[in-house]
């Protein structure tokens, strides 16, 4: 019988909100790693998201999305 193969999952936590995720690849840098909503509260200008995940998130939609 073949043995089967461990999966080696890495804990981190988000530097700024403090949220704890885990990952299955090592990070190089694990002091700089961020969530995806403390990247976009970083930078909301970069946010292009589509309204329907904003909607869900909570999140109030620009002007240019709304339609």
């Given at each position: 019988?073949?043995?089967r193969r461990e999966k080696i999952t890495y804990n981190y936590e988000c530097s700024l909100t403090g949220e704890q995720f885990v990952t299955t690849a090592k990070a190089?840098?694990?002091k700089?790693?961020?969530t995806v909503k403390a990247f976009y509260e970083m930078n909301p200008?970069?946010?292009d998201r589509?309204?329907?995940i904003k909607k869900k998130l909570g999140i109030p939609a620009t002007n240019e999305?709304?339609?």
């Open positions: 019988m073949k043995r190089p840098n694990p700089e790693l961020l200008d970069m946010d589509p309204a329907i999305e709304k339609h």
